[in-house]
């Protein structure tokens, strides 16, 4: 049976970079296509990037040149190295590989972290 189980995401700021692991259990990652979607509450499944048998890539338009999908034969893996993130990149994270085998899905959030202010205290140099 085919599993897919995604790992590495979670929270960064702007700027940042993140690995997301696909481990593929039940075939070999070097000759099936695997690819990584992402998703957004309200919106379609989209491709994010894909590696084919032949080691070549495929990447949406939004992620070139800051997106990097790799697969490691050893590990059964595939990677998907993350730079630059931005707050549009926050979405589900899908690994995903043909016919139907999906993984269950991992969180990716861009953020800045809060600001915390004070209430503020008088100081008053006098003579």
């Known amino acids: 049976q085919v599993q897919l189980v995604e790992s590495g995401g979670g929270l960064v700021q702007p700027g940042g970079s993140l690995r997301l692991s696909c481990l593929v259990s039940g075939r070999s990652a070097m000759i099936w296509p695997v690819a990584w979607y992402r998703q957004t509450p309200g919106n379609e499944r989209e491709l994010v990037a894909q590696?084919?048998?032949?080691?070549?890539?495929k990447y949406a338009d939004p992620v070139k040149d800051r997106f990097f999908i790799s697969r490691d034969r050893a590990l059964n893996t595939v990677f998907l190295q993350m730079n630059s993130l931005a707050p549009e990149d926050t979405a589900t994270y899908y690994c995903?590989?043909?016919?139907?085998?999906w993984g269950r899905g991992m969180q990716v959030t861009v953020s800045a972290p809060p600001t915390y202010w004070g209430r503020g205290m008088q100081v008053t140099a006098s003579a």
């Open positions: 995903h590989t043909p016919p139907t085998y």
């Open positions: 590696i084919y048998t032949s080691g070549n890539t």
